[in-house]
């Protein structure tokens, strides 16, 4: 992609750096918890206390990269809350995994890390960003002269090739790492065969069951006992993160009939003026709520309102104020002209010091600039076949490595206007020189698409927004809700009273960012996990741009094992199932007493013999029953032609009849699943699957939540 037309990212290695820096996220001494004063801590990890203004300085630097990156002003509060919880995570994946390298004594030397800069086999970012130009090749030489400069460059510039090493540094010992635990892999022979035998051995079964809904659930009784029982032998099954229950009501600002009447009234006075302005672009960025658009469009490609009129009119033609889409829209149609839909140029660019997206070592200034510029323009004039020769040496347009200052085919209107109009108003073969804000360009007009008529209409957009008054008003009615809603029961009768809309948010947790229907629910969640705040809490009325939203807790869980009592409720049909079991396999024993086979059995039972074939130790489901893997891993522990015991499942208890197994031959097969199982595993590893294992084992106190 050309400069022009669009921010330019930093170039060549001073982008690479801020990428890999951020990607490698190097910490360095803030890590360090201050001494001498008490603190709030966003975390605590293995000791070490993450304060909140440490923990806002590397916020503030992955900020500022990432919106160089994206060539953004500004982000999303939803992306805003997406680089924290990275950068969050950067921060504690830094910490342990520095304690582990610690541990283990893994270091990189000094002469190690020289080695991977400017050694025969240098690290894979040395031999990706240091390309020689023309070959795309590496070249020692360009790192070695790079790093004598190093002491003229600014001290920003110092600084990023300081991340950049570091990163270097980084992945080299994480690397270190990873080669440890996969050389650490071992699978004894006897655990191999095992496994391969349980996912390779085929059995062939048949079995009768019966199924637990054949019982009424009002035949079994479900004592304390019962609950406590199945509770000390499961509860480990339900731990469980903190999380809150909300129900919540919404207060929608919407403009009423006087602020519609009111902003009527204003669009039509701008209309007049629009009338009669002199300076149209002008006016329309002083009165519309979006920047006038000097863009020529071909037929079909404005609003269907605008389209058929104005292509159809003289310059100069007004479309009356209509509404669409909750906005008002006016329009003046201010040029017709035939041009091209596409053109194609290449292209010189001399920057200067202060251009837009100069470069930092761009240090010509603007009269030096232009000085080159005019000698290159007339050289290229004379003998446009140098054009591509001259690009190459003298450019500052980062892309002139891949396409020599060719820009390939545009559209209309996609450059900045300087330079769109250079081309637009020469022919193709034309050398034409145009000053943008990036600097001068030499430019060799190469084609132009058939002219095709293009209109350019002013258009004027006045949204229909609540005034004021009404967003007054409409805080008024919620924060009356919040002051008498004092409770739960309070809360319920005064939304059904109302007739508001009482939405329900359940199982937030801590850093939870959607709650459906509010675009920002941050302040919500953060509200609910304040220290008190239980069942029944009402909050303040909270803001969220066009709406004011009321909350009342419906349910706390804590972090842990929760009580007994917080259980029943979900253990209860666990047990019924439970117990409806223990009277069906009392059914099963008693109907096979004396019978001889499984049909008789069946018989007994009112039911059936079911065949299942090619069952595997990973088999899950039985067809009529579901999903039953506890019985059908107990197949592989029966011998053949003997009828089980009855046989408890999910879904039903079964008598089983192992009829056939079938033993995988040793051999070839056994050392390609060997070589599958490390390649599995060196694949987890090398995914930084043992990233999380580590972060569990560290115990690590997390209070982001009030902080963001």
Same mark, same amino acid.
């Given at each position: 992609?050309?400069?022009?037309?669009?921010?330019?990212?930093?170039?060549?290695?001073?982008?690479?750096?801020?990428?890999?820096?951020?990607?490698?996220?190097?910490? *360095?001494?803030?890590?360090?918890?201050?001494?001498?004063?008490?603190?709030?801590?966003?975390?605590?990890?293995?000791?070490?206390?993450?304060?909140?203004?440490?923990?806002?300085?590397?916020?503030?630097?992955?900020?500022?990269?990432?919106?160089?990156?994206?060539?953004?002003?500004?982000?999303?509060?939803?992306?805003?809350?997406?680089?924290?919880?990275?950068?969050?995570?950067?921060?504690?994946?830094?910490?342990?995994?520095?304690?582990?390298?610690?541990?283990?004594?893994?270091?990189?030397?000094?002469?190690?890390?020289?080695?991977?800069?400017?050694?025969?086999?240098?690290?894979?970012?040395?031999?990706?960003?240091?390309?020689?130009?023309?070959?795309?090749?590496?070249?020692?030489?360009?790192?070695?002269?790079?790093?004598?400069?190093?002491?003229?460059?600014?001290?920003?510039?110092?600084?990023?090739?300081?991340?950049? @090493?570091?990163?270097?540094?980084?992945?080299?010992?994480?690397?270190?790492?990873?080669?440890?635990?996969?050389?650490?892999?071992?699978?004894?022979?006897?655990?191999?065969?095992?496994?391969?035998?349980?996912?390779?051995?085929?059995?062939?079964?048949?079995?009768?069951?019966?199924?637990?809904?054949?019982?009424?659930?009002?035949?079994?009784? @479900?004592?304390?006992?019962?609950?406590?029982?199945?509770?000390?032998?499961?509860?480990?099954?339900?731990?469980?993160?903190? !999380?809150?229950?909300?129900?919540? /009501?919404?207060?929608? /600002?919407?403009?009423?009939?006087?602020?519609?009447?009111?902003?009527?009234?204003?669009?039509?006075?701008?209309?007049?003026?629009?009338?009669?302005?002199?300076?149209?672009?002008?006016?329309?960025?002083?009165?519309?709520?979006?920047?006038?658009?000097?863009?020529?469009?071909?037929?079909?490609?404005?609003?269907?309102?605008?389209?058929?009129?104005?292509?159809? !009119?003289? /310059?100069?033609?007004?479309?009356?104020?209509?509404?669409?889409?909750?906005?008002?829209?006016?329009?003046?149609? @201010?040029?017709?002209?035939?041009?091209?839909?596409?053109?194609?140029?290449?292209?010189?660019?001399?920057?200067?010091?202060?251009?837009?997206?100069?470069?930092?070592?761009?240090?010509?200034?603007?009269?030096?600039?232009?000085?080159?510029?005019?000698?290159?323009?007339?050289?290229?004039? !004379?003998?446009?076949?140098?054009?591509?020769?001259?690009?190459?040496?003298?450019?500052?347009?980062?892309?002139?490595?891949?396409?020599?200052?060719?820009?390939?085919?545009?559209?209309?209107?996609?450059?900045?206007?300087?330079?769109?109009?250079?081309?637009?108003?020469?022919?193709?073969?034309?050398?034409?020189?145009?000053?943008?804000?990036?600097?001068?360009?030499?430019?060799?007009?190469?084609?132009?698409?058939?002219?095709?008529?293009?209109?350019?209409?002013?258009?004027?957009?006045?949204?229909?927004?609540?005034?004021?008054?009404?967003?007054?008003?409409?805080?008024?009615?919620?924060?009356?809700?919040?002051?008498?809603?004092?409770?739960?029961?309070?809360?319920?009768?005064?939304?059904?009273?109302?007739?508001?809309?009482?939405?329900?948010?359940?199982?937030?947790?801590?850093?939870?960012?959607?709650?459906?229907?509010?675009?920002?629910?941050? *302040?919500?969640?953060?509200?609910?996990?304040?220290?008190?705040?239980?069942?029944?809490?009402?909050?303040?009325?909270?803001?969220?741009?066009?709406?004011?939203?009321?909350?009342?807790?419906?349910?706390?869980?804590?972090?842990?094992?929760?009580?007994?009592?917080?259980?029943?409720?979900?253990?209860?049909?666990?047990?019924?199932?439970?117990?409806? *079991?223990?009277?069906?396999?009392?059914?099963?024993?008693?109907?096979?007493?004396?019978?001889?086979?499984?049909?008789?059995?069946?018989?007994?039972?009112?039911?059936? @013999?079911?065949?299942?074939?090619?069952?595997?130790?990973?088999?899950?489901?039985?067809?009529?029953?579901?999903?039953?893997?506890?019985?059908?891993?107990?197949?592989?522990?029966?011998?053949?032609?003997?009828?089980?015991?009855?046989?408890?499942?999910?879904?039903?208890?079964?008598?089983?009849?192992?009829?056939?197994?079938?033993?995988?031959?040793?051999?070839?097969?056994?050392?390609?699943?060997?070589?599958?199982?490390?390649?599995?595993?060196?694949?987890?590893?090398?995914?930084?699957?043992?990233?999380?294992?580590?972060?569990?084992?560290?115990?690590? /106190?997390?209070?982001?939540?009030?902080?963001?």
């Amino acid at each position: 992609m050309a400069l022009i037309g669009t921010i330019r990212k930093q170039s060549g290695l001073l982008v690479i750096i801020i990428g890999v820096a951020l990607a490698a996220f190097v910490l *360095g001494d803030f890590l360090k918890p201050r001494q001498g004063r008490k603190q709030v801590n966003v975390a605590e990890v293995l000791g070490e206390e993450i304060t909140y203004s440490q923990f806002d300085v590397k916020y503030e630097q992955n900020l500022e990269n990432q919106k160089r990156q994206q060539e953004k002003e500004n982000l999303t509060s939803e992306e805003v809350f997406r680089l924290k919880q990275q950068t969050f995570d950067q921060i504690i994946q830094k910490i342990v995994m520095d304690n582990e390298y610690h541990e283990l004594g893994l270091v990189v030397s000094a002469d190690e890390l020289f080695d991977q800069i400017q050694g025969d086999d240098p690290h894979a970012y040395i031999l990706q960003y240091f390309k020689d130009p023309e070959t795309q090749q590496y070249n020692a030489e360009l790192v070695r002269n790079y790093i004598k400069q190093l002491d003229q460059m600014d001290a920003k510039n110092r600084n990023q090739w300081d991340l950049f @090493v570091e990163a270097i540094k980084e992945d080299r010992i994480r690397t270190k790492y990873k080669n440890l635990i996969t050389k650490a892999y071992i699978m004894p022979d006897t655990f191999l065969y095992q496994d391969f035998n349980d996912k390779k051995t085929i059995a062939k079964i048949r079995l009768v069951g019966v199924k637990y809904n054949t019982i009424d659930d009002s035949v079994v009784t @479900v004592t304390d006992k019962d609950y406590e029982k199945y509770y000390e032998e499961y509860k480990q099954n339900y731990e469980q993160e903190a !999380s809150r229950d909300i129900d919540y /009501v919404v207060f929608d /600002v919407k403009p009423s009939s006087k602020d519609r009447a009111a902003i009527r009234e204003d669009v039509y006075e701008v209309f007049e003026d629009f009338k009669k302005a002199e300076n149209v672009p002008l006016f329309v960025n002083g009165e519309s709520d979006n920047r006038y658009d000097s863009t020529f469009y071909t037929e079909g490609k404005l609003p269907v309102r605008l389209d058929s009129t104005m292509f159809n !009119s003289p /310059v100069g033609t007004f479309v009356e104020p209509y509404v669409e889409n909750n906005a008002w829209h006016m329009a003046k149609l @201010v040029d017709v002209q035939f041009r091209p839909d596409s053109m194609k140029a290449s292209h010189i660019l001399i920057s200067y010091s202060g251009a837009y997206g100069a470069a930092e070592d761009v240090t010509r200034i603007n009269i030096s600039a232009k000085a080159l510029a005019d000698s290159l323009f007339e050289v290229v004039k !004379s003998s446009p076949a140098k054009m591509e020769t001259l690009a190459k040496e003298f450019s500052d347009d980062p892309s002139v490595k891949q396409n020599s200052g060719d820009m390939g085919w545009f559209a209309d209107g996609a450059m900045v206007p300087q330079f769109n109009n250079a081309v637009l108003n020469g022919k193709v073969g034309d050398i034409v020189l145009a000053e943008t804000m990036f600097g001068y360009h030499i430019i060799k007009i190469t084609g132009k698409k058939e002219p095709v008529k293009k209109i350019r209409v002013a258009i004027i957009d006045i949204n229909i927004n609540p005034s004021q008054e009404t967003y007054q008003e409409i805080y008024t009615k919620a924060s009356d809700f919040q002051g008498h809603a004092v409770n739960l029961e309070a809360f319920d009768t005064l939304a059904t009273n109302l007739g508001l809309n009482k939405r329900t948010a359940p199982n937030l947790q801590a850093m939870t960012n959607r709650i459906a229907g509010l675009d920002y629910p941050r *302040g919500v969640v953060q509200w609910s996990f304040i220290e008190g705040i239980d069942v029944g809490s009402v909050s303040q009325v909270f803001t969220m741009d066009d709406k004011y939203v009321v909350a009342v807790v419906t349910k706390v869980k804590e972090k842990g094992i929760p009580e007994l009592d917080e259980l029943k409720e979900t253990l209860e049909p666990l047990i019924i199932k439970e117990l409806k *079991g223990d009277i069906i396999v009392e059914k099963m024993n008693n109907a096979s007493k004396n019978a001889k086979n499984l049909v008789q059995i069946a018989k007994n039972l009112n039911s059936k @013999v079911d065949t299942v074939d090619n069952v595997t130790f990973s088999s899950r489901n039985i067809a009529g029953f579901g999903n039953e893997p506890d019985v059908l891993a107990k197949v592989f522990t029966m011998k053949t032609g003997v009828i089980s015991k009855p046989v408890k499942g999910n879904n039903a208890a079964f008598f089983v009849i192992v009829d056939e197994i079938k033993q995988p031959e040793p051999g070839q097969d056994k050392k390609m699943f060997e070589r599958q199982m490390l390649m599995n595993f060196t694949s987890k590893v090398n995914n930084n699957s043992f990233e999380k294992a580590i972060e569990k084992k560290a115990d690590i /106190v997390d209070n982001r939540v009030i902080f963001y």
